[in-house]
């Protein structure tokens, strides 16, 4: 196919990276031819350019579609390349957390670093059987694929398990053996499974150590070889080792441990037994302390040295070999830190008295001076001398760390061949398979003699698995006839002979060794000489001329060569090997005995000491050791390699590869570059070469048909498919090349497959848009018709509302304008009033204050004016006077002043002429002015005085005038001063009033705010009050609700709690009956393994017995009987002793667990009756009064006469028959008792002889007694009375007495009362024996001749008085029991009080608090009461077992003797004519009674016509159901009648054995095994219903209630038969899952119910079961088929319809578990699809459950996991909303299965979504405070309990007629 039709744009590709080896890439751009680079976007977004190689263009790698992505076969791929490998790894690793993925041939495990619950018992049942590509890979997978083709093929198998170091190796071949030692058990009782698995503890703790990469690495190779027998079971197995590392004794590197042994040893230094050994911390000592790492993290060494010990006890070394061994690990220890100082430069010695030295000594028993001398000194010998030279402290600690390690590896040697020893089996092998467990191969940075023999190995290894994987290949083109030309793959056979042919690297080290002076440089400049110019795989260093280069397989490996020589060598000190053989240790000696000397080929002195390794190979005699040793260590490791690859060759292998994830043990942590170097190192990516390189993918024409029936037209479909198939791919694909038609399947070269899956999506995708297209469309309109039809009718409702409102609305405005218009006037005129007056009022008021207001102002203007004239006038005058004064007093001072400058002046010109003159003239002109002023004042005064004057005359004038308005005024004032009183008194109130009214108004003010605050607070109260009155309703609401939920809740809980516990307790009652039916099974399967193996024995020998033991048909201790003689059956006695002795606690326990049923029953009933008791006490005393008045006759006199003499008797006839029992079996085996033998018979014979004499002379002793009370009673009545005649309290009765026959008859009936053994006729009453003495007329005088009468009269006293004394008793004993029944009342009451206190502390504790108290109370009480009852039961057990033992005894040879007593052993009371005999069975002639009569000696043959050679076909199809199970019963019913308790025992056992035995001989027959579980229960229900119990007569007829059993009670043998019944319903549940077995997952899974809904993806080498219907493959309808038949035949049978409910609901559990365990293990199956199939598949069960009308027996309930699952699958995976329904939805499944469903899921189709990592940790995040078992798988082994309901017949008896076809005529009806 062109490039550039898959280079396409959107076409994932694959680019090569640093960091993750290869990164996904997309092309956005289309690719042509010639292009030199791609253009790519990574996933991050990231746009690349990635260039072409020039040279070769190669394009990068294709991805694969998303759907073949996660495949279990990586050659499922459509492209195999590197890429696509590593990815489809690292998906299914990291996303889905599966480890195993299958590469063709090989199961590549990756090492989880975690502990996964995928190992279990359930997982390799899942596995057993199962074809290996129908399950998802695994170890289990691989092995019972290998199990498989031993068993069908006879061919020895191999399972090569290799990887490197961490990888998981150990563990992966410990699963395989243990897969083997499960699926096939062991062929003896020696538990040879047992001892193979115990040998990996012993081989890991003496190989395994702590290394940087893995805490419990293998430091040696391991070839484990178990073989099985022609049964193909374990008998044995042999192990070969190669390559233990020796040098980890003496050195380890950072981070790593010596042996785990050295560890557990010091761990546990404290133990007692280890003090001798003088050990201490790991730390102590040099050997376990170098690695700085002596602990690993979660393990503890001192268990580990517990579980190593267990398992070398195991495997038959025993504790003495053990501590020896123990013994030589401590001395390697102790020689470890030993120190050598340095005597001078050439030698060296060791100090006297060193400690460790000399515990080394002690505890391997040699000298001290001895070992000091050789470890620091070497002997030199040559042809005439023998020198001793002494070593360097150098040379002396290799030459003692070598001799630790030569200790260690012989111990290791001697360890290994005891361990094969303990396997081996005297049984002869037949075949085996071979688990290999080796080192894979290394490169480290330094590379040594170790890295080289492992790459060897591992290069022979390669070879043979490319030689295997081609013959595969090519085997399978042969064999679909397809022209195939010869695959090209790398062939490593040059490297092998670079390595070991002649002349290579190993034969040229060889003989260096062998060289005096060779070293690693001159055997280096050989192999360069030699290899380098003609070996391409060879080169040289460039930088060194000490190494070499070794082209491998896998990769290149540069060797360095020092250390070669020594390491090959591998030499140890003689003489150190001379005194160890001289030791007087006797494990030391044994495990050098057969040591020759240990030098070097060249004889000289050991070197350093380096990680060497010695071959160990146990299997090879101790004849040839010596030889051994002297050959090289890889001479030796390339002989043993030979002979591995001679046994790989000789059987067929199976390869498991190994990988390391990462470097750091993260759990689930995946890098890349570590993965691709072991894929490439381990052959993976070989094998993926090797099948690209041919046709890789392989399809069945059905499968192809099935797949791409979407790309064919209708024309192109014929009837031939193989013709279809080719003609549509001639169509698709143009060239012929690509793929090829062979004769059962179509080959396809790589890539072919995802181009037809891409024209597949691409046919798909367009045809899901055009349906999209027109379901949208179709949609889309019916939507809108819908919503336009809604809009229409929406808006004429709308609209026609809206006019309603409207005229509505109008109408209530018009109303409301009216309302408001008067409204409106009505408060304007109110208003208006109110305004009206209140301004009249205020008008009034304010005028008359203000007239009042004018009126004080003008009276208070008048007056002020008053005020202020007069004032002023005052005023005025005070100024005026105080100026005047002022101006007086300045004038005089200022003229005072003047006056004295005057004077001044004048003395002054009183001096000066002058002055005088001047003054004088100033003065003249002064005096002038003065009197010019004076003149001017005085006419100023006369006109002043002339005003005065008028003025005075005026004023005088207005003075009268003012006088007379004063008058006026003062009237006037008196006036206005009342008037003044009057204001201001009114003024006063009105001041009053002002101040009232602003008082009234304050008030008015505060009250309208205290009013309005009021009101809004009120208002503000009245809503708090009404939001606090909500709040309070809706809290009181609330309350009331929660009181109701709590209560509710409550009920609920309690009631849940109630259901809980009886769910519980069902429960465990169920558990009980499972674990006591599991142990019916066990017995069952061990009495078959027992007749099995004594039918072998007596084959083998020859020998037929005289006398075969029966099968036991008892639980409890009754003896066994058998159909011939009671001889047989104490025969049978003494062999069957250890059988009956097992027995006993399994019985023991199933009837205390039944006690315990049936006492929990009678406490509830007495608890019940016990109100009733004190009114019935009364009725219950009369009619005691009056039963005990009928009860037997003098029995109480009879019991005190034997029981003292039984009991003396019993105690010593069972101390002699113990005795004999204990000789006889003490003589077995010698012989001298076994059954038959003379000494056997005398032994029985006086056994028998002494029982009889002992039963002689208790009768004698017991006649004897009575005939002495009988005499001492007669005595003292001749002494008180003389005569006989006085009237008695029976005197009347006696009367009636008609002959000496009568009263005979009487005594004897009498005398019988005191007979009640369990198997004898019932007591005879005294009402019965009073009417025989009525019955008569009586002849007194010859009746009372020998005062026999006076005897009877007597006996018949005695009897009233043992009566009335027994009713006193019976009466005390009532008394007793209501007071205690009174007292139990009490306790019942304080446990309710109790009870109810607790509760209500219950009540306040937290829901799951009281719950869990609840719980935890009752659980407490109801152990309590169990463990009470127990106790009781054990001691009413003890009783009754003792007394059942007793009665059985006494009855039988009471019985025995009482026939044949005689006339003269009778006591004078008795009649001599008559024999006693305690059977008198009074027989009524009827018509017919539902009885049948046979004799002893036709027993057999009734047994052998109706049991063993009974057809059940035609019984069920001609006959009533149940009819063998009706005329047994009806023989039992006859044998009952006659009171044989023989001949019913002999019936029950005969019948209870064929039934074994026809079951045992047509056990896999279902109509044979369901005819007889309904006759067996039938039988049962037939026992209860006729066995006298009223609980079991309610629903019987009258005529059935006569048929009942009277005289035995046959309560056990009802248990063992319902034991029975158990068996055989476990037999026909396991017949029918083998038939159901190969239906159910191809019925239910892989069939396509609906076809066409899943497509079969492709599948690789594994190929898996079709889906698709092909001629013999199981569907549904084959699964409903079988389940029709199944009921139909059970219906036919007359099995009961609740046994059948019961059969149903196991049935449905199988199919759902089974289908479930293979959907959990299938990831093809976990698809969308496919749980469409299921519920479909589920829903025809639940129809076939309804037409049947089995609905309601829960077989629906069990399919529930199932159904979950399957919704599971289908429902949507997203979002946190989905994982929410998931975990609700999700109940009936466990969460690991819920997570692994989810890992699982795989889209089939590319429209389906995986589910993410991020979702899955949501659910288990959700999920993770879920209490369950961590169990992945359901329990298919799991049978429910099955109860046998009781269910009573309604045939009668008498009407069943015998069919002349059961050839039954000797039977006759009674």
Not at 1269 to 1278: D, F, G, I, L, R
Not at 1452 to 1478: D, F, L, N, W, Y
Not at 1532 to 1537: I, P, V
Not at 1677 to 1703: W, Y
Request: net charge positive; with cysteine; hydrophobic share 35%.
């Amino acid at each position: 196919m062109a490039a550039s039709e898959l280079y396409t744009k959107c076409a994932r590709v694959w680019i090569p990276d640093a960091e993750d080896v290869w990164k996904s890439a997309e092309l956005i751009k289309d690719y042509k031819n010639g292009d030199a680079s791609l253009q790519l976007t990574l996933e991050d977004g990231t746009n690349i350019e990635h260039k072409l190689d020039p040279k070769t263009k190669n394009l990068p790698h294709l991805r694969n579609p998303d759907i073949l992505v996660g495949e279990n076969d990586l050659t499922a791929l459509s492209y195999l390349h590197e890429p696509a490998v590593l990815h489809n790894l690292k998906v299914r690793f990291i996303d889905s957390k599966l480890i195993y993925t299958y590469c063709g041939i090989v199961l590549v495990a990756i090492n989880p670093y975690e502990t996964l619950p995928i190992y279990g018992t359930d997982i390799i049942n899942a596995y057993s059987g199962q074809n290996m590509g129908d399950m998802d890979p695994h170890i289990f997978a691989v092995a019972e694929e290998a199990y498989k083709q031993m068993a069908r093929d006879e061919r020895n198998q191999s399972i090569i398990v290799s990887g490197e170091s961490g990888a998981g190796k150990t563990v992966s071949a410990k699963y395989a053996m243990r897969y083997f030692a499960t699926v096939s058990g062991s062929a003896s009782e020696a538990n040879v499974e047992e001892k193979v698995l115990a040998s990996n503890p012993i081989m890991e703790a003496i190989g395994n150590a702590k290394t940087t990469r893995n805490d419990n690495s293998s430091r040696f190779g391991k070839y484990i070889e178990i073989g099985f027998d022609n049964r193909y079971r374990i008998i044995g197995a042999n192990m070969r080792t190669y390559l233990l590392e020796k040098s980890r004794v003496v050195f380890q590197a950072d981070e790593e441990r010596n042996y785990h042994i050295f560890y557990q040893l010091c761990a546990s230094a404290k133990l007692p037994e280890f003090k001798n050994l003088r050990l201490s911390t790991a730390n102590d000592f040099l050997y376990t302390r170098q690695g700085r790492s002596p602990v690993i993290d979660g393990v503890d060494d001192s268990k580990e040295l517990c579980t190593t010990r267990h398992a070398f006890t195991l495997l038959g070394i025993n504790e003495s070999y053990q501590m020896g061994l123990f013994q030589v690990l401590a001395a390697i220890l102790h020689l470890g830190n030993v120190e050598i100082k340095e005597k001078d430069s050439d030698s060296s010695l060791i100090a006297p008295n060193n400690r460790h030295l000399t515990a080394f000594c002690e505890l391997v028993g040699v000298t001290y001076k001895d070992m000091s001398q050789w470890l620091c000194h070497r002997k030199l010998k040559t042809a005439t001398e023998t020198y001793i030279k002494p070593l360097s402290r150098l040379q002396a600690t290799n030459a003692r760390d070598a001799l630790s390690k030569h200790i260690y590896a012989k111990l290791f040697s001697w360890i290994v061949e005891h361990v094969n020893k303990a396997l081996v089996t005297s049984i002869k092998q037949h075949s085996f398979i071979g688990v290999l467990d080796i080192y894979g191969f290394e490169t480290f940075e330094i590379n040594s003699f170790e890295q080289f023999c492992i790459n060897y190995a591992n290069e022979k290894l390669q070879q043979q698995f490319n030689m295997h994987v081609f013959k595969l290949e090519q085997e399978e083109y042969m064999k679909e006839q397809i022209p195939w030309t010869l695959i090209d793959f790398y062939d490593n056979q040059p490297c092998i002979n670079l390595i070991e042919a002649k002349m290579g690297i190993l034969d040229l080290l060889d003989e260096e060794c062998k060289m005096p002076k060779g070293s690693d440089d001159s055997w280096a400049q050989k192999l360069y000489n030699t290899h380098l110019k003609t070996c391409c795989l060879f080169e040289k260093p460039r930088m060194s001329n000490r190494a070499f280069i070794i082209q491998h397989f896998a990769d290149k490996v540069e060797y360095q060569c020092d250390g070669f020589l020594e390491k090959n060598k591998d030499t140890v000190n003689e003489e150190q090997i001379n005194v160890l053989k001289a030791s007087k240790f006797h494990l030391l000696m044994e495990l050098f005995q057969d040591e020759e000397k240990a030098t070097s080929p060249t004889g000289q002195a050991p070197g350093t000491g380096g990680r060497t390794r010695l071959s160990i190979k146990p299997d090879k005699s101790r004849e040839t050791s010596s030889k051994e040793h002297k050959k090289t260590v890889g001479c030796q490791f390339r002989n043993s390699l030979q002979m591995l690859m001679e046994t790989l060759n000789a059987t067929t292998p199976h390869y498991v590869r190994c990988i390391k994830p990462n470097d750091f043990k993260l759990a689930f942590s995946f890098d890349p570059k570590r993965a691709v170097q072991q894929l490439r190192a381990c052959g993976v990516l070989e094998t993926i070469r090797i099948s690209a390189a041919g046709f890789p993918s392989r399809w069945t024409y059905q499968e192809f048909f099935s797949r791409y029936r979407v790309l064919m037209k209708q024309k192109d479909v014929l009837p031939d498919k193989k013709l279809t198939c080719k003609h549509v791919l001639e169509r698709l694909v143009e060239d012929q090349d690509k793929y090829q038609f062979g004769k059962t399947k179509i080959f396809f070269r790589a890539g072919q497959v995802a181009y037809l899956e891409k024209l597949r999506a691409d046919k798909l995708r367009a045809a899901c848009i055009r349906i999209q297209k027109t379901i949208r469309c179709w949609l889309a309109r019916k939507k809108y018709l819908r919503k336009r039809s809604a809009a229409i009718t929406i808006q004429r409702f709308t609209r026609g509302y809206q006019a309603r409102c409207l005229a509505k609305f109008m109408r209530l405005t018009q109303a409301a304008t009216v309302i408001q218009k008067y409204q409106r006037m009505y408060v304007e005129k109110k208003r208006y009033r109110k305004k009206q007056a209140a301004a009249l009022a205020m008008q009034t008021i304010l005028r008359a204050y203000m007239a009042r207001q004018k009126y004080q102002a003008l009276l208070r203007e008048h007056k002020a004016v008053i005020i202020q004239k007069r004032i002023r006038g005052w005023l005025a005058r005070c100024w005026y006077k105080r100026c005047l004064e002022a101006i007086v007093y300045l004038q005089c001072c200022i003229r005072r002043m003047r006056a004295k400058r005057e004077l001044k002046k004048l003395k002054i010109e009183a001096r000066s002429v002058e002055h005088f003159k001047k003054l004088n003239k100033g003065m003249e002109n002064k005096i002038m002015q003065l009197q010019r002023k004076i003149d001017e004042q005085n006419k100023d005064n006369r006109l002043i005085s002339e005003k005065l004057v008028g003025l005075e005359s005026s004023y005088a004038v207005e003075g009268e005038r003012m006088r007379s308005e004063l008058s006026q005024l003062r009237g006037v004032e008196e006036d206005a001063r009342n008037k003044a009183i009057q204001v201001s008194s009114l003024l006063e109130e009105l001041e009053k009033l002002r101040k009232e009214l602003s008082v009234t108004q304050q008030e008015k003010k505060t009250l309208e705010e205290w009013a309005q605050t009021y009101r809004s607070e009120m208002e503000k109260m009245v809503s708090e009050l009404k939001d606090q009155n909500g709040s309070l309703k809706k809290e009181k609401d609330d309350l009331n609700r929660l009181i109701q939920e709590q209560s509710q809740q409550m009920t609920e809980k309690m009631t849940r709690a109630i259901a809980e516990e009886t769910h519980q307790l069902e429960t465990d009652l169920n558990e009980e009956r499972s674990r006591y039916q599991n142990l019916l099974s066990e017995h069952l399967r061990l009495e078959e393994k027992y007749d099995d193996l004594k039918e072998e024995m007596a084959r083998s020998s020859n020998i037929k017995p005289g006398h075969r033991r029966t099968d036991s048909t008892h639980s409890s201790n009754e003896s066994e009987y058998t159909y011939n003689s009671e001889y047989t059956e104490m025969e049978e006695g003494s062999r069957a002793g250890d059988d009956v002795t097992r027995g006993m606690d399994t019985s023991l326990t199933l009837k205390l667990q039944k006690r315990v049923t049936e006492l929990e029953q009678e406490k509830q009933s007495l608890r019940d009756e016990l109100e009733n008791k004190e009114d019935q006490f009364q009725r219950a005393r009369a009619r005691d009064d009056a039963e005990f008045r009928k009860a037997r006759g003098a029995e109480l006199e009879y019991e005190s006469l034997k029981r003292q003499e039984l009991e003396s008797e019993n105690k010593k006839l069972r101390h002699d028959l113990a005795e004999m029992r204990r000789s006889l079996l003490g003589n077995t085996a010698a012989g001298a008792g076994a059954p038959g033998s003379p000494a056997y018979k005398v032994l029985l014979d006086q056994l028998n002889a002494s029982c009889e004499e002992l039963e002689v002379r208790k009768e004698e002793v017991l006649i004897l007694r009575s005939q002495l009370v009988s005499q001492k009673e007669a005595m003292h009545h001749k002494d008180e009375k003389e005569t006989m005649t006085e009237p008695s309290v029976f005197a009347e009765d006696v009367n009636k007495l008609k002959d000496a026959d009568e009263l005979k008859q009487a005594y004897v009936g009498l005398k019988d009362t005191n007979r009640s053994p369990r198997f004898t006729r019932p007591p005879l009453e005294v009402g019965d024996l009073l009417s025989r003495l009525r019955s008569a007329a009586p002849d007194l005088h010859r009746l009372n001749e020998d005062g026999e009468l006076w005897l009877v009269n007597q006996g018949l006293k005695e009897t009233v008085r043992l009566l009335e004394h027994q009713l006193q008793t019976q009466r005390r004993t009532y008394e007793n029991e209501t007071e205690s029944l009174r007292g139990e009342l009490q306790n019942v009451k304080e446990e309710n009080n109790r009870q109810q206190q607790l509760l209500a502390q219950n009540l306040q504790l937290p829901p799951e608090a009281r719950i869990e108290a609840s719980l935890q109370h009752e659980i407490t009480r109801l152990t309590n009461e169990n463990l009470d009852l127990m106790e009781q039961l054990e001691k009413q057990d003890r009783t009754i077992r003792k007394l059942k033992k007793q009665l059985k005894v006494y009855s039988k040879r009471i019985g025995e003797m009482g026939a044949g007593q005689t006339e003269g052993q009778t006591s004078p009371g008795q009649m001599v004519e008559e024999p006693i005999h305690p059977v008198n069975i009074p027989r009524r002639e009827k018509d017919f009674q539902g009885m049948l009569e046979y004799k002893r000696e036709d027993e057999m043959k009734l047994v052998k016509n109706l049991i063993l050679e009974l057809k059940p076909r035609g019984v069920a199809v001609n006959l009533i159901p149940g009819l063998p199970a009706y005329i047994l019963f009806m023989c039992l019913r006859h044998a009952d009648y006659l009171n044989d308790d023989q001949k019913v025992r002999t019936l029950l056992t005969s019948t209870i054995n064929s039934i074994k035995k026809i079951l045992k001989k047509r056990g896999d027959d279902f109509e044979t095994v369901s005819f007889w579980l309904a006759n067996t229960c039938r039988f049962l229900h037939c026992l209860k219903q006729y066995s006298g119990d009223e609980a079991f007569m309610k629903h019987n007829t009258q005529r059935q209630n006569e048929h009942c059993l009277s005289n035995f009670d046959l309560a056990e043998y009802r248990q063992v038969i319902s034991d029975l019944a158990i068996q055989i319903y476990q037999q026909l549940i396991k017949c029918m899952e083998n038939i159901l077995q190969p239906m159910i997952v191809s019925g239910m899974l892989e069939h396509e119910t609906i076809q066409g809904v899943s497509g079969v993806k492709p599948t690789g080498l594994r190929k898996r079961t079709s889906s698709i219907a092909d001629e013999g493959t199981y569907t549904l309808d084959s699964i409903l088929r079988q389940l029709n038949a199944f009921h139909s035949i059970m219906c036919q049978h007359g099995t009961d319809p609740e046994l059948i409910k019961q059969v149903v609901k196991q049935l449905f559990y199988i199919i759902g578990a089974v289908t479930l365990n293979n959907l959990l293990l299938r990831k093809d199956m976990c698809s969308w699809s496919k749980g469409m199939q299921i519920r479909y598949n589920v829903s025809q069960l639940e129809e076939w459950l309804r037409d049947k009308g089995l609905m309601t027996c829960g077989a629906k309930e069990t399919l529930e996991p199932l159904i979950q699952a399957a919704q599971l699958l289908q429902v949507k995976k997203k979002t946190d909303e989905d994982a929410e329904a998931i975990c609700s939805m999700c109940q009936a499944l466990t969460t690991a299965q819920i997570v692994k469903v989810l890992n699982l899921y795989t889209p089939v189709n590319e429209f389906e979504e995986r589910v993410s990592v991020a979702f899955i940790r949501t659910i288990q995040t959700r999920l993770r405070d879920r209490c369950e078992s961590p169990q992945l798988l359901m329990d298919t082994k799991m049978i429910y309990p099955v109860t046998f309901p009781f269910s009573p017949s309604c045939v009668a008896l008498e009407t069943i007629q015998i069919p002349g076809s059961l050839n039954l005529a000797f039977l006759t009806r009674v």
